[in-house]
């Protein structure tokens, strides 16, 4: 997502006032009965969307699919707060959990970031039915 720029719009007051774009920072947000059901039904699909490392912590927790579903949500906002034009998967890798979550970019992701000469900070999320992550480039 490379940001939009809408036209003028109109406050409560009747005035005039312009939403630029906001570059540098993502969200995303998702049921994580839904990721869970996909897995359930393409067992492969797992390799595809996130890396061993991931796969690794989600199954030493309770209710994995919960914490997939959050790693998930970042590589989501970190695609849109890099602006890139395709989600890549094993190109962002969440290392660890909580308040110590980080990343690991590679390939194009890294190669973003670099150019735009920005850390990308993640935010992770979750609670019994939804996860999110927020990403903002510092």
Do not use: W
């Amino acid at each position: 997502m490379r940001g939009c720029m809408l036209g003028p719009v109109s406050n409560r007051t009747g005035a005039a006032v312009s939403i630029a774009p906001v570059h540098g920072i993502g969200i995303d947000l998702l049921e994580i009965a839904r990721l869970e059901r996909a897995l359930e039904r393409r067992p492969r699909l797992a390799e595809r969307l996130f890396t061993e490392g991931e796969r690794s912590y989600a199954a030493s927790r309770e209710r994995p699919g919960r914490h997939l579903a959050a790693r998930f949500c970042a590589k989501e906002a970190v695609t849109k707060a890099l602006g890139l034009d395709a989600l890549r998967c094993q190109e962002i890798e969440v290392l660890e959990g909580g308040a110590a979550a980080g990343l690991r970019l590679s390939g194009e992701a890294a190669r973003r970031a670099g150019e735009l000469g920005a850390e990308v900070k993640i935010s992770l999320s979750h609670e019994r039915e939804m996860a999110a992550a927020v990403a903002v480039l510092a």
